[in-house]
């Protein structure tokens, strides 16, 4: 094997290793996603949804006009929107 197989080797293994959001991130892209839902089993009302973004994210949601203290509230008031809209459109 070639220097330049083994070093192409090794910089495909690292990109591999980059997480998605990582990647949305260089890229310039936003990104969110749905990591978990947790619920209570007795109560399945009771639960919540983890989520994961990044800043790209949170600038196009302000730049939206959606407000918050930190990032966590301004994803919060996205995502609870979301799922009020949702809930709205299956009535």
Do not use: H
Request: contains cysteine; glycine residues 6%.
């Amino acid at each position: 094997m070639s220097m330049f197989d083994k070093l192409k080797k090794i910089v495909s293994k690292n990109e591999k290793e980059i997480s998605a959001k990582e990647q949305a991130t260089a890229r310039g892209e936003a990104y969110v996603k749905v990591l978990d839902v947790k619920f209570d089993k007795e109560n399945p009302g009771d639960g919540y949804f983890e989520l994961e973004w990044n800043k790209i994210f949170v600038k196009k949601l302000l730049d939206a006009g959606y407000s918050g203290d930190k990032d966590d509230d301004i994803v919060d008031a996205w995502f609870t929107g979301l799922c009020r809209q949702i809930a709205d459109d299956q009535s």
